[in-house]
């Protein structure tokens, strides 16, 4: 099992980076449990071949910038066995590119939240979160905004989060 300090703000995209031309996509699908309208913690993820249960949690109450990540590695038969525990589910196509200098995870929703992305940036120390400078590709940050964390959006529709998205000004894309 693995356990480390996750440094991470997310964004909303203003469009879809031009870097994602160029690069190839890894399909991710989250299963969340228990199966409630709150935030879940458990997570089960397919990402490619890989599978794993990961628990997140925050440092900190109110502040999704800083979680402590506990992963365990799953053999395709565990998670296809624990799988049925849930119907809060989420896919995505990840793209890891470099966004003005800085490494990105680029979140292209599929199926029921299509039109969705977002991007994360991840940072080794919190001098270095600290100082980030937003991207002109960044919409708004959304770090701390609970309707884009994995395990809210699980389940959901685009139509059932565009509320939330009008206050950005978000557009479809």
């Known amino acids: 099992m693995s356990r480390e300090l996750e440094l991470e703000l997310t964004f909303l995209a203003k469009e879809i980076p031009e870097g994602i031309k160029d690069a190839i996509p890894t399909r991710i699908t989250d299963v969340y449990i228990p199966d409630t309208a709150e935030h879940s913690h458990l ?14 949690t ?9 979680q402590i ?7 395709e038969d565990e ?4 799988i049925s525990c849930s119907k809060k589910r989420v896919s995505k ?3 890891n590119i470099i966004i003005e200098g800085h490494n990105a995870e680029v979140d292209v929703f599929q199926d029921q939240l299509k039109g969705l992305v977002l991007i994360d940036f991840e940072f080794k120390t919190i001098s270095e979160k600290s100082s980030f400078k937003t991207p002109s590709i960044a919409l708004a940050d959304v770090t701390q905004e609970n309707f884009t964390a994995g395990g809210v959006l699980a389940g959901k529709s685009y139509q059932d989060i565009e509320p939330e998205l009008a206050r950005f000004n978000y557009q479809k894309l």
């Open 69 to 75: 990540e506990q992963t365990i590695p799953l053999t």
């Open 58 to 66: 925050p440092v900190k109450d109110g502040d999704a910038s800083e």
């Open 79 to 82: 998670f296809e066995a624990l």
């Open 93 to 95: 196509d990840r793209y």
């Open 43 to 56: 997570r089960l993820r397919k990402r490619g071949n890989l599978y794993e249960i990961t628990k997140k």
